[in-house]
């Protein structure tokens, strides 16, 4: 028995050296961390993503309201390099214009704990008003993280990677039943384009 497991522990070392570099990895679809928890990508170039597996819907994020319209629009992103992007309309009406992407069910978060929100923005509406990004759970109130248009530019594409620890109020039992994420502009009565995203991810570290 023993120098039959011998000759197996030789064959697969035998085996690694022929497959190289990754042997014994389990490999994965799209970027992941050392957890092996792998990104979730909610938007990238026209294409909708995923939530946990589960498939995600763009909406307005006053959804069925009137504040907004949300589409698809060509565009540069200088950051990656992406050519559509999600845009953001105001329609005049009384609520914030904002996008979210949202899934039926609440799925678990707690592998993204220490991970990032990660877009990259360009601004079509200038303003002094703060834009928010919220995580979203149908039986949990959001948590959301504020950020100042003056470090947002109408000419660019801006990279922002938000920690999930900076999100408020932290909340683990938020983070065990997750829908999804918004971003929204604090202002009503706009008409016309506000703001463009592209690739909309999660990262686990």
């Not at 050296?17 to 092996?36: A, T």
């Not at 629009?73 to 996008?99: F, M, R």
């Not at 509406?125 to 928010?132: E, G, H, K, N, R």
Request: contains cysteine.
């Amino acid at each position: 028995m023993k120098a039959s497991l011998s000759f197996q522990w030789a064959v697969a070392a035998l085996t690694c050296v022929l497959l190289g570099p990754g042997c014994g990895s389990s490999g994965g679809l799209g970027p992941s961390s050392s957890s092996g928890a792998p990104t979730q990508t909610f938007w990238r170039n026209g294409t909708v993503g995923t939530w946990r597996g589960q498939a995600l819907t763009v909406a307005c994020s006053d959804s069925p309201g009137s504040g907004c319209t949300v589409s698809t629009v060509a565009c540069v992103d200088n950051v990656n390099g992406d050519t559509q992007g999600v845009q953001v309309s105001g329609t005049g009406g009384e609520l914030e214009p904002g996008v979210k992407f949202s899934c039926i069910a609440d799925q678990s978060a707690s592998g993204y704990a220490s991970g990032h929100v990660e877009f990259d923005m360009e601004m079509q509406y200038a303003t002094t008003v703060t834009i928010y990004v919220a995580i979203s759970s149908a039986v949990y109130s959001s948590a959301t993280y504020a950020i100042s248009p003056t470090n947002l530019s109408t000419s660019n594409f801006t990279h922002v990677s938000i920690p999930v620890a900076d999100f408020t109020p932290y909340s683990s039992n938020l983070l065990g039943a997750v829908n999804g994420l918004e971003v929204y502009y604090y202002q009503d009565n706009i008409s016309g384009p506000v703001f463009t995203l592209c690739n909309v991810r999660w990262t686990s570290n």
